[in-house]
């Protein structure tokens, strides 16, 4: 079985990772998956690579905390070369609950040249605006 989600391009151009976050243990498994799902959706309605090794998932752990361990290998491993150009997440709550933490994460990956995409639904307006960049 591959280690990547099915793309037409497999640059590094189009390369993404995913962060999923559930604040308690019981909302955990139903909770992650969803947003798993819908971010692997998003991705390969663009033709855009997904590894295994680039979805980053903390369970039971509230948004309005600063310690994600996950969050923080997402980090690491944007400062690496090559890394992914894309970090998607269901919806903005999923990565953090306080502003000044959201916008720190912010700074760092776009000092990395990645950008932030909420790929939940927002009203559109034009025909292929169906993510909001964060």
């Known amino acids: 079985m591959s280690n990547e989600v099915s793309c037409q391009n497999n640059s590094h151009a189009n390369r993404c990772a995913i962060y999923a976050r559930s604040a308690t243990a019981h909302q955990a498994n139903g909770s992650v998956s969803a947003q798993i799902n819908r971010c692997r959706e998003f991705a390969a ?3 855009w690579e997904i590894l295994n090794e680039d979805i980053y998932v903390d369970s039971d752990i509230s948004g309005l905390s600063k310690q994600h361990p996950a969050l923080n290998e997402l ?19 999923r990565l953090s609950r306080s502003l000044p933490h ?3 994460l912010r700074c760092k990956l776009q000092a990395f ?3 932030l995409l ?3 639904v927002h009203p559109a307006k034009g025909p292929d605006d169906h993510a909001r960049e964060c």
């Not at 070369?81 to 269901?90: D, E, H, I, N, R």
């Open 118 to 120: 909420s790929v939940e």
């Open 75 to 93: 980090i690491a491993a944007a400062s690496g070369l090559l890394p992914f150009k894309w970090v998607l997440v269901a919806s903005i709550d």
């Open 45 to 47: 309605r663009r033709g």
């Open 102 to 104: 959201y916008l720190e």
């Open 113 to 115: 040249g990645i950008r």
